[in-house]
């Protein structure tokens, strides 16, 4: 049984999807933190995702496709889950980073545009970011 079988509503397909991209995620550096199951768990809860759909997201050997929301605020609203399960730990990887470019790609970025706010995301979510853009983010 396919995977689109077993989780016919196409929303809580994305939901399932975007859960396992950030499980993945979590898992890349070889083990899931405190911080990360604890923000997983938090997510599973906020996506709806069951006991047992987690189980099955949860095991090693199972990957499954991106579905990109057709809104770019929702893709970013995606992006920005993923970093936080990253930043859980307070540090990001190299191969964090490279499932990063893979998800925000499969999410509809281009190479360019993904690059880019990838870099302005991990500046925002590691603190070093500049005053200009502080003082941007502060007023909008």
Do not use: C, Q, W
Request: charged share 30%; glycine share 4%.
């Amino acid at each position: 049984m396919s995977f689109t079988d077993l989780y016919g509503n196409p929303e809580h397909r994305k939901n399932v999807a975007h859960f396992a991209a950030m499980a993945t995620l979590a898992a890349s550096d070889g083990a899931i933190s405190a911080e990360e199951k604890t923000m997983l768990d938090n997510f599973a809860k906020k996506l709806e995702i069951s006991e047992k759909e987690y189980k099955e997201v949860m095991k090693p050997e199972n990957k499954f496709p991106i579905e990109p929301p057709v809104d770019s605020e929702k893709r970013l609203e995606r992006l920005y889950d993923l970093f936080r399960i990253i930043f859980a730990d307070h540090i990001i990887d190299d191969e964090e980073m490279v499932l990063l470019k893979k998800y925000a790609i499969g999410l509809g970025f281009s190479g360019d545009s993904a690059n880019k706010v990838i870099e302005r995301s991990v500046a925002i979510f590691s603190g070093k970011i500049d005053f200009d853009d502080y003082l941007y983010l502060l007023k909008h």
